[in-house]
């Protein structure tokens, strides 16, 4: 059984509803982006790579982590931090030493 619906949509332009699926589009997409974002797993880094990574000393790392520059996570007597969120710092404090602070 084939059966048609129609939809009349009243008081709205065409193009302000191509507008708003559009919009839609993106968020979906957006959304997607998101969530296939969470399913990657989470890549760690131990103090050495990021010591390496900043080419500073682990009493640098030490001291950043103290400070909340760099927030670690502990795992048993070990200490570790997220990737992204290192990266991130490192662009922070790269932005700090050109004087950009926005």
């Known amino acids: 059984m084939n059966t048609k619906t129609v939809l009349q949509i ?3 332009e065409a193009a302000q509803l191509f ?3 559009d919009g839609l589009c993106s968020e979906v997409a957006n959304l997607k982006t ?3 974002d969470k399913k990657q797993p989470t ?3 131990n103090r050495k790579q ?3 990574m900043f080419g500073v000393s682990l ?3 030490h001291d950043w982590t103290r400070k909340g520059i760099l927030k670690a996570y502990k795992l048993a007597n ?3 931090f997220k990737r992204a969120e290192v990266e991130n710092a490192l ?3 790269a932005a700090t030493k050109r004087g950009y602070h926005g």
């Open 10 to 12: 009243e008081g709205v």
């Open 19 to 21: 507008g708003k699926i």
């Open 34 to 36: 998101q969530i296939e």
């Open 43 to 45: 890549d760690y880094l």
């Open 50 to 52: 990021v010591a390496k």
């Open 59 to 61: 009493v640098t790392v």
């Open 78 to 80: 070990r200490v570790y």
């Open 91 to 93: 662009t922070e404090v």
